[in-house]
């Protein structure tokens, strides 16, 4: 919340170069002799606006110059590449329900748990995720001035979900001129191409200014078939039937799963009598099952394509010399185009039994009898099922700002509204193929063409609607107190009111289960939140300065919390500072969790019972190959809020003094824990549950199988959700060093590194393990980002790089813990050489060079990927589409005009 007059603190602190780009926090301020008193500035972190630019928690600032020599077209791009997403975060992904989203993840403890600001106040989190974790997609990139990260919790400031930390992304505000920019990129491999264009204006007078913006851009979709590592390969023994050495394939192909529990192609011979998406091989599944594969990535997207326009508005009017209005206005649409291969789904047989047939071509059809299980892909009502979303987001915020003597206050009221509306085609009625059925089709025959009429009965769509709506209102106080040695005290307190409502509705035919190849049902619910705050700054001495807050959170659905914070501060001379802090957080569940209906799924799992009753030890079934097993996923009305506990101590050393050129270097080691944790059950869990003999443990969790047999029958439906469960626990270092020197005549070199080391990363593998440690068993161990820049007068060059070293490509079960039911996880292991299976490290460049014209232009060329790097890939050929771009390398060209 700002206080004093912001638009002039905030414009002295970027012309002081706090603002400094990804660096550690600047050097040590000191106000030289003579200088004029410094402005202050609110900085993210703390609601008391002060002159101090370094406090007790550290801040990284990414500056508009640092923005656009990235090489990058969007906010999600450029902070899910940064080192303190150490885990990666969601991209868009095509087909899904969220392929118009994208996400931060700090401290890789998940996308709910990290706060993301506007203009210093809460953005509302998106209804097509959890309603808790914001869509980046909805901030116009154009129009940001400068992208604050906090990391440290701060839910005593700011409430819940500030457990891993805070973005606080500030827009463009006082802006004077004119300037229209554009930008493509050209790609060397097919998709993924991206043009942008952006008009950003603004004036002022004697009493106020406004500031306004237009961003349109687009981003072209991946085809599967377009990346290797995406597209079907049988890639270890070519040649061979073994369906563990091939990617690409389902089995929900043209397969029979009879009442003997024996999977079978519905050909026997050649697959490829079903269409060119399905290769000749009959792939052996082990246990004696067989299948004919599908390859789906032959017809499906590895991203989304987006097409995004947002327009901004900020204005400010002085109606007196000591109040202020400002108000701000944001509006976007994202519209996404997402492909999933042609439906498929398993159902049971309902026809007349159908025997053996003799093809033509001397192949036979298997024979298939009412109550078998059909494993079928729906090419015939369509070859893919294509995603069509629009996004809305309008963000409104108004308010005032004044001063009464020493007193400063503010009174603000912000609406926000976020509307999805989705059309999914090419999915299958599950009535119009039970009829189909009645009606004579037969799902084995090569020619469908005959059932046309049939098939066109039981084609449908899949249309869903999200939507949530968040009113708030806020006011805020700021003065000071008695004077102590090192300056006087200041205050802050506060309070806020705010409504929340989501509704998420799919189609009626969709809720009743009955429409094949979707997932979702439909849920609602809304909330109240009353909370009030305060803050204070206590400066002991000219050295030493204390910080205090705490925040009390009500609300209707679940319960209060109150949250503190302590930070201290320790700066004996102007080289060094030693600072820390210790604060309490929350999450409250989201409303999705409290309220969802249940939502169909296919999730992949060892069923670990059937396993063992086919007569297998438990350390075969813990490496078995997963199958699918529909799952429903519900929600929990009796969920309780997250707790945390986190401190943080560190250093900032300033060297400038003895040496030539400026260098600085923070070190800051952090320890998060969470107790209470809200987990989702998984299928897996669902099965080693039902090993064990403790499914009756967790309420709202099953497995049903065929013909309400135990564990030898196939299951046909597994229920799961969320719960609160244990705790979980985090600890690491953040190194964040900044250079910079003059070359003489050859201009000015600066570079910023940032490297974040996991030290212990304490999670479960399931529910049912004991905690352990998973640094470097399934998430980096470390991560770092630098951006190396050259400035020689008009012209300057930016070498951004991320690097990711190598891991553990995946992990299993211990065989020595399964039997003790600790289940701890270990590295796998290459089953020929015994040796742990570990990724390599991974490295990416993008180039810019920049050219500042004599008429106010600036032209941009630039190379992203400039070693056209993949993916880290295992030797199953998979990898992390949250960790890993997987564009190409791309040529990009940009020009901005002023006037």
């Known amino acids: 919340m700002a206080s004093f007059n912001v638009r002039n603190a905030v414009r002295f602190a970027l012309g002081a170069g706090m603002a400094a780009a990804m660096t550690a926090p600047a050097a040590v301020a000191q106000e030289e002799e003579g200088a004029r008193e410094l402005d202050r500035v609110q900085v993210t972190g703390s609601r008391i606006s002060r002159t101090q630019l370094e406090g007790a928690t550290p801040v990284v600032t990414i500056d508009r110059e640092d923005l656009d020599g990235r090489g990058y077209q969007n906010v999600a791009d450029v902070l899910r590449n940064t080192s303190f997403n150490t885990a990666g975060s969601f991209r868009e992904d095509s087909g899904t329900t969220w392929q118009g989203q994208a996400t931060l993840n700090l401290r890789g403890i998940g996308s709910n748990r990290t706060l993301v600001l506007l203009n210093g106040r809460r953005m509302p989190g998106s209804p097509v995720m959890d309603g808790q974790t914001q869509n980046l997609n909805a901030i116009p990139f154009a129009a940001v001035e400068r992208i604050e990260v906090l990391s440290d919790g701060a839910s005593a400031i700011y409430g819940s979900d500030a457990i891993g930390g805070v973005v606080n992304v500030i827009l463009r505000s006082d802006y004077?001129?004119?300037e229209i920019s554009a930008r493509t990129t050209f790609n060397e491999r097919d998709g993924g191409e991206e043009n942008s264009m952006s008009v950003i204006g603004g004036a002022s007078g004697p009493r106020g200014n406004i500031t306004?913006?237009?961003?349109w851009d687009e981003t072209d979709i991946i085809f599967s078939r377009d990346r290797h590592f995406f597209a079907a390969e049988d890639f270890n023994e070519p040649g061979g039937n073994d369906w563990a050495e091939v990617t690409g394939l389902s089995e929900a192909a043209r397969n029979i799963l009879g009442a003997d529990g024996v999977m079978r192609p519905m050909v026997d011979g050649d697959c490829s009598v079903y269409g060119d998406n399905y290769p000749d091989t009959i792939w052996d599944l082990g246990g004696g099952d067989t299948a004919c594969g599908y390859n789906h990535t032959a017809s499906s997207a590895g991203s989304a394509a987006l097409d995004r326009t947002s327009v901004f508005l900020d204005a400010n009017y002085e109606i007196n010399p000591d109040i202020d209005f400002y108000a701000r206005a944001n509006h976007m649409r994202v519209e996404s185009f997402g492909r999933y291969a042609a439906a498929a789904g398993a159902f049971a047989w309902n026809g007349p039994a159908l025997a053996e047939e003799q093809l033509e071509d001397g192949q036979t059809l298997t024979e298939l009898n009412p109550g078998d299980q059909v494993w079928y892909r729906f090419d015939n009502t369509g070859p893919s099922r294509d995603s069509y979303q629009n996004d809305y987001q309008t963000d409104l915020q108004f308010g005032f700002e004044g001063r009464a003597g020493a007193l400063d206050w503010e009174v603000g009221y912000q609406y926000n509204m976020y509307d999805m509306h989705e059309w999914g085609t090419g999915y299958v009625n599950t009535l119009g193929l039970d009829a189909a059925g009645d009606a004579g089709w037969d799902p084995r025959q090569p020619d469908q063409e005959q059932f046309?009429?049939?098939?066109?009965?039981?084609?449908?769509?899949?249309?869903?609607?999200?939507q949530a709506t968040f009113q708030r209102v806020d006011f805020g106080l700021q003065f000071d107190g008695p004077d102590l040695t090192g300056g006087p005290m200041a205050f802050f307190v506060g309070g806020e009111y705010f409504e929340q409502d989501y509704t998420d509705v799919t189609a009626a035919q969709a809720e009743a289960d009955n429409i094949l190849g979707t997932a979702g049902g439909s849920s609602?619910?809304?909330r109240d939140v009353s909370a009030v705050y305060g803050e204070t700054v206590l400066p002991l001495t000219d050295?030493?300065?204390l910080d205090f807050a705490l925040r009390y959170d009500d609300y209707s659905d679940f319960g209060d919390n109150v949250s503190g914070k302590i930070g201290a501060r320790w700066q004996p001379n102007r080289n060094f500072i030693l600072r820390g802090s210790a604060s309490q957080g929350f999450r409250a569940p989201s409303l999705d969790n409290l309220f969802q209906a249940p939502s169909q799924g296919f999730a992949f799992a060892q069923d670990i019972p059937r396993c063992i009753a086919d007569g297998n030890d438990i350390a075969t079934c813990a490496e078995a190959p997963t199958t699918q097993t529909e799952t429903f996923t519900a929600s929990n009305e009796d969920l309780e809020a997250e707790e945390s506990t986190q401190f943080?101590?560190?250093?900032?050393?300033?060297?400038?003094?003895?040496?030539?050129?400026?260098?600085?270097?923070?070190?800051?080691?952090?320890?998060?824990e969470i107790d209470n944790q809200i987990t989702s059950v998984s299928t897996q869990d669902a099965f080693w549950l039902e090993y064990l003999g403790q499914m009756d443990t967790i309420d709202g969790v099953s497995i049903e199988r065929a013909g309400g047999g135990g564990p030898g029958n196939t299951p046909t439906r597994a229920e799961v959700g969320p719960i609160n469960y244990e705790d979980f626990d985090t600890s690491g270092l953040d190194f964040n060093v900044r250079y910079g020197t003059e070359l003489g005549n050859f201009g000015r070199l600066t570079a910023n590194v940032n490297l974040n080391y996991v030290l212990e990363y304490n999670s479960r593998y399931l529910i049912q393990s004991e905690k352990q440690d998973f640094t470097d068993v399934t998430q980096p161990e470390w991560r770092a980002d630098s951006q190396l820049n050259w400035r020689y007068g008009d012209h300057g060059v930016t070498l951004s790089t991320m690097y990711i070293p190598g891991r553990c490509v995946s992990s299993v079960l211990d065989e020595s813990t399964i039997e003790t039911e600790e289940f701890f996880a270990t590295c796998a292991t290459d089953g020929e050489t015994g040796e742990d299976r570990e990724l390599g490290g991974w490295v990416h460049h993008n180039l810019t060079y920049d050219w500042h014209t004599p008429w106010d232009g600036r032209v941009t060329v630039g190379v992203n990927n400039l070693t056209d790097k993949d993916p880290a890939l295992n030797r199953n050929k998979e990898f992390s589409n949250d960790l890993y771009p997987f564009v190409g390398r791309q040529y990009v060209l940009g020009y901005t005009q002023n006037f």
Do not use: K
């Open 524 to 526: 609602g619910g809304s």
């Open 648 to 672: 943080m101590i560190g250093t900032v050393f300033d060297f400038s003094d003895f040496m030539e050129g400026d260098l600085s270097l923070s070190i800051d080691y952090y320890n998060i």
């Open 212 to 215: 306004f913006g237009l961003e």
């Open 452 to 466: 046309s009429e049939l098939v066109d009965d039981m084609t449908d769509n899949a249309n869903r609607r999200s």
């Open 543 to 545: 050295t030493v300065e």
């Open 176 to 178: 004077e001129g004119v």
